[in-house]
């Protein structure tokens, strides 16, 4: 044959093999966001909670906490895939942050701990862990923290802007109280966190500070953190309306 003609053939058959594969993708793409449950669309996460009222605030309605029957409803709610309790701390929380060479003052401020199951975290949670006996405490901050010290705090205090990097020069001295004891730990920042708006530290550790220096049987769930299909499905909207939660 013509070796143009041969050229021109074996250049229309790759060509057209090529578009083949492609429109074969395509369509299984297509196929998996539409008609499977995967993970080819994200997730999306709220925390409801209940709304407090000036009659909360007077001691004349009851709790805002959920209670387990409250739960187990809205885990079976067809748009809901997971949902967890925020668990938190039982104990008095004194956080003292300060840098050893002096150059930013000391801040002094009443904290409080929580933890939720790992992948509800939107953070890297490496080295998150604790084991008895340890003075180090890992902690994942909200962005929100050092948003506020970033264009709060600083600008009223005249003390330098901080970086996530450099957060970690700091001391974050954790004074523990409660049950008639108290103890000093050290707080490790390893990450920071835009989904959820509280300090998060170890389940193993919290647990740990509800027995030693808090009362567990007191412990209520305030919060809970939600995985959803779709956070704009209208019947999540009036769910949420219908029962007087809030969200983020």
Do not use: C
Request: proline fraction near 4%.
């Amino acid at each position: 044959q013509n070796i143009f003609t041969l050229a021109f053939s074996a250049l229309g058959a790759i060509l057209g093999f090529t578009l083949l594969l492609i429109t074969l993708q395509l369509f299984t793409d297509v196929d998996t966001i539409f008609n499977h449950d995967s993970d080819a669309i994200d997730s999306e996460f709220l925390v409801l909670k209940k709304h407090v009222s000036t009659l909360n605030t007077i001691g004349l309605t009851g709790s805002t906490a959920f209670d387990a029957d409250e739960i187990e409803e809205i885990k079976n709610q067809d748009f809901i895939k997971d949902i967890a309790p925020f668990n938190n701390g039982t104990f008095e929380v004194m956080a003292v942050l300060g840098m050893e060479d002096g150059k930013f003052p000391p801040m002094k401020s009443l904290a409080f701990f929580e933890t939720v199951p790992d992948h509800f975290i939107d953070a890297e949670t490496n080295n998150w862990g604790w084991k008895k006996g340890a003075t180090q405490v890992p902690i994942i901050l909200p962005n929100t923290y050092l948003d506020a010290y970033n264009f709060g705090i600083a600008q009223a205090a005249g003390t330098p802007q901080v970086s996530k990097g450099i957060i970690g020069a700091f001391s974050i001295k954790l004074e523990v109280s409660g049950n008639g004891k108290k103890a000093v730990y050290q707080g490790n920042v390893i990450n920071f966190s835009d989904r959820i708006n509280s300090i998060l530290v170890p389940k193993s550790f919290l647990d740990f500070a509800n027995l030693e220096y808090g009362t567990p049987s007191k412990q209520e769930t305030f919060r809970v953190i939600v995985e959803v299909t779709d956070a704009n499905d209208p019947s999540l909207k009036k769910y949420i309306e219908d029962n007087g939660y809030e969200t983020n």
